[in-house]
């Protein structure tokens, strides 16, 4: 897992050190093609994966993907920045009438064929993985620590979002000329006479402004771009300090169950909790047992009661639940 230049600068600006890779989530190997079964909405289709949508591009990626010149991503970038109706000197958004939102596991995300990234390529790589958005650099459908690494992720997927969006205003706003200014943020309820093109001087050169993007940001740096985030940027860097320094759930000392979602797939018992993509097969009596017994005892007194009842609930088993979510502490739902 490498993250974008731009977003391992960003975070180096908030965290002591970057987070290492996820093997569980490996692009080359996708752990969801396949299982579950397509008798549930768990499944991604073998010739898409997750990539059923299009991404929000910001112009700093998008001058950073022109820059760098990379053959594999530059047909599409290109084709996306021609859409006029989906390309402004804010990046590319994806055409009007088709979904904006990254994923969504309840209606269908990952499922439908369509719309695709027009950014995958035939071997299903990515053809701007190096400069990718924040939703898909922070996209992992199985991270390392369970229900640590996916708070984690949130937090960094906020986080960088926020910057990518605070950038994109900062930078757009130092390169266009001030009637394009106000034609791109328009001030609220007044409508001028006679509204610019908001390109301005860059409409015949579209891809030489992204690039000035590109360098805009690298000149702004890290520290100036968090602060000029205000508040906001303070009160995200805070969450992903906390999510970074709790990606190790603890064994809670009382416990109960989480948010638990049953499903049989391939006539096993599996339950999802923090994510319907990190499912934890079990014995259906065992399902069954910590829905009983897990009801805000004592981790201690919980555990030597499933073995009492010939659950091999060991200390490692135990770590799994808490870890995915299964098992949460007592008060904490």
Avoid at 71 to 85: H, M, N, P, T
Wanted: with cysteine.
């Amino acid at each position: 897992m490498t993250l974008p230049a731009l977003h391992a600068s960003w975070l180096s600006t908030v965290l002591d050190s970057l987070p290492g890779p996820e093997p569980r989530s490996g692009c080359a190997a996708c752990p969801m093609v396949g299982s579950p079964s397509e008798d549930t909405v768990f499944a991604f289709p073998a010739d898409a994966r997750c990539c059923t949508t299009i991404p929000s591009i910001p112009n700093v990626l998008v001058g950073a993907a022109l820059r760098e010149g990379r053959a594999a991503g530059l047909e599409s970038l290109r084709a996306r920045i021609s859409d006029a109706r989906a390309c402004t000197p804010l990046g590319v958004e994806p055409p009007p009438g088709l979904p904006a939102a990254f994923r969504d596991p309840l209606t269908g995300y990952a499922r439908a064929r369509a719309p695709r990234c027009p950014h995958q390529q035939a071997d299903l790589s990515c053809g701007v993985h190096d400069t990718r958005p924040a939703a898909c650099a922070t996209w992992f459908c199985r991270p390392v620590d369970g229900l640590g690494g996916h708070r984690f992720w949130r937090a960094a997927f906020a986080f960088l979002h926020l910057l990518e969006e605070t950038a994109a205003r900062a930078v757009a706003l130092r390169l266009l000329e001030p009637a394009a200014a106000e034609a791109l943020f328009p001030v609220p309820g007044v409508r001028p006479a006679e509204r610019p093109d908001v390109w301005g001087r860059w409409a015949a050169d579209k891809e030489g402004f992204f690039r000035a993007c590109a360098d805009e940001a690298d000149l702004l740096g890290a520290e100036a771009l968090l602060a000029a985030a205000g508040p906001l940027g303070a009160h995200r860097a805070a969450q992903l300090r906390a999510a970074a320094a709790g990606r190790a759930v603890p064994i809670p000392t009382r416990i109960t169950t989480g948010e638990v979602r049953r499903r049989t797939i391939r006539g096993a018992d599996v339950v999802f909790a923090y994510s319907p993509h990190d499912g934890l097969a079990l014995p259906a009596d065992l399902v069954d047992a910590i829905s009983t017994v897990c009801d805000g005892r004592s981790t201690a007194d919980a555990q030597a009661a499933l073995v009492a009842a010939g659950h091999a609930v060991d200390d490692a088993l135990l770590a799994a639940l808490v870890e995915r979510g299964v098992l949460v502490e007592a008060g904490a739902r």
